[in-house]
């Protein structure tokens, strides 16, 4: 090793000195570890003689703060530019702003989560939302689990222990991650007793396949495929008669529950909450995080003699929601008391609702800050969104995007680059181009892009 790389190597600044010049709002180990990083980088390039150059404290700084701010953790902000509203990868539904209060105050401070203020004794979390949902759906309890796998599960776990389960074939359906209703059945202690065919499921198969093994009839509502042409299932007041004519429960999978119509956004029709529950169902369960546009939880509503068994399956304790999820949950719901208010403020409902001029106005105003990058080609196209989440798999919601291609750049190094940013930024490739789809980009989040771009294209 030459005397200069010797003495660039011992110009360095130590990591103890580096430390005390850190503000102190980054964690300790964060910036040491980073700073930890950013020498043995130096030391690296020096040794490989791609830098020969003394290297100054204050550089080295700046390059420890840059990386701090770019990577501070590892679960970041990213703005969704693929189209997709309920995007699973990214997150699902974006909390609205106005929920952001309530959880500040109730996630940085003590809080009433399991105490009752009326009578100062020890509470239920569980009560909290039980006023709300019942304005929502008219049911007469609620119970909220981590998601709606977990609430499926607690559901079967606690009616349907070593008891026979009726299913329609055409309803076990995997609801993501290689998750399989069959196996959330059996992971319960039941026993799956499959009635019917694949297309073609008729009341009197539900009749014949029952005995006095059986425990419970579950629907399961399949969001995320659909069946067409020859296909025939039984009305769900008619199975919620036969259910109760046996003495057993009808539980109900909506999966990505709905408490509003969707139809005025030119959706086909998909029962709310408050329909089924309306035609007899004594159970559902339904998700958080998807077309509720809340925090991701398993919601259970429905009959009280069957939410109060849950309450006391050992089960919930592994499965229950904290006070984040359950302060988030409320606010969200709180929101729907005003159909028009939850429209524009629950982000995913808002962004389903925008209509193709909207779309077409927002990448018109993201153009024009691009167009002026040097290097960089900006364009308009009209193309498709998905709503996503295993919701509407069949619909596309017409939208324009913001397509981009560099001079320099393929699509791939574009695409990674952009995906590399301080806030990272996650498009879709199309025709050798990079797409923005502005139904999924906030109006907040231009200047995000525009600094990116900028930056890349230097």
């Known amino acids: 090793?030459?005397?200069?790389?010797?003495?660039?190597?011992?110009?360095?600044?130590?990591?103890?000195?580096?430390?005390?010049?850190?503000?102190?709002?980054?964690?300790?180990?964060?910036?040491?570890?980073?700073?930890?990083?950013?020498?043995?980088?130096?030391?690296?390039?020096?040794?490989?003689?791609?830098?020969?150059?003394?290297?100054?404290?204050?550089?080295?700084?700046?390059?420890?703060?840059?990386?701090?701010?770019?990577?501070?953790?590892?679960?970041?902000?990213?703005?969704?530019?693929t189209g997709t509203v309920i995007h699973t990868n990214l997150g699902r539904s974006s909390l609205s702003p106005k929920v952001q209060e309530q959880l500040l105050a109730t996630s940085f401070h003590y809080s009433n989560l399991e105490f009752d203020l009326e009578n100062g004794k020890r509470g239920s979390r569980y009560s909290h939302l039980v006023s709300i949902v019942k304005k929502l759906t008219g049911a007469e309890d609620v119970l909220v689990v981590n998601n709606n796998a977990a609430a499926v599960l607690l559901v079967l776990s606690t009616l349907t222990q070593e008891k026979e389960v009726l299913v329609s074939r055409g309803e076990l359906v995997e609801i993501g991650g290689a998750f399989r209703i069959p196996d959330v059945i059996t992971s319960s202690g039941g026993k799956i007793v499959e009635v019917g065919t694949t297309n073609k499921t008729h009341l009197i198969d539900y009749e014949r396949a029952l005995t006095e093994e059986t425990g419970a009839v579950l629907k399961v509502h399949t969001s995320n495929y659909r069946i067409v042409g020859f296909t025939e299932s039984p009305e769900l007041s008619d199975l919620a008669e036969l259910a109760h004519q046996h003495h057993l429960p009808l539980i109900n999978d909506l999966g990505s529950g709905l408490l509003l119509d969707m139809r005025p956004f030119g959706l086909p029709y998909e029962p709310t909450v408050k329909e089924v529950l309306d035609q007899g169902c004594d159970i559902v369960t339904f998700s958080g995080d998807k077309l509720l546009g809340g925090p991701q939880a398993g919601i259970i509503v429905g009959k009280s003699e069957y939410i109060e068994k849950m309450k006391k399956n050992q089960l919930l304790r592994a499965l229950r929601i904290d006070k984040m999820t359950l302060s988030a949950l409320e606010a969200t719901l709180s929101l729907y008391l005003d159909e028009k208010e939850a429209v524009e403020a629950v982000p995913t409902l808002h962004m389903i609702g925008l209509s193709e001029s909207e779309c077409l106005d927002k990448a018109n105003e993201l153009a024009e800050r691009l167009r002026p990058i040097s290097g960089l080609n900006v364009a308009i196209e009209k193309d498709s969104s998905k709503i996503g989440g295993g919701s509407y798999p069949e619909h596309l919601l017409p939208t324009y995007a913001v397509v981009l291609s560099g001079e320099h750049f393929s699509a791939d190094a574009l695409q990674?680059?952009?995906?590399?940013s301080a806030t990272p930024i996650i498009t879709r490739i199309k025709n050798d181009c990079n797409f923005l789809d502005l139904r999924t980009i906030a109006p907040e989040e231009y200047s995000l892009i525009q600094e990116s771009l900028q930056e890349i294209f230097l």
């Open 416 to 420: 990674e680059k952009l995906r590399l």
């Open 1 to 81: 090793m030459s005397k200069e790389i010797q003495q660039i190597l011992a110009n360095l600044p130590s990591v103890d000195t580096l430390l005390k010049q850190i503000d102190s709002n980054y964690p300790h180990g964060k910036a040491k570890e980073t700073i930890q990083q950013v020498l043995a980088a130096l030391r690296k390039e020096v040794v490989a003689g791609t830098r020969q150059t003394m290297i100054d404290q204050a550089a080295v700084l700046a390059l420890v703060h840059k990386q701090l701010e770019e990577k501070q953790f590892s679960l970041r902000q990213v703005v969704n530019g």
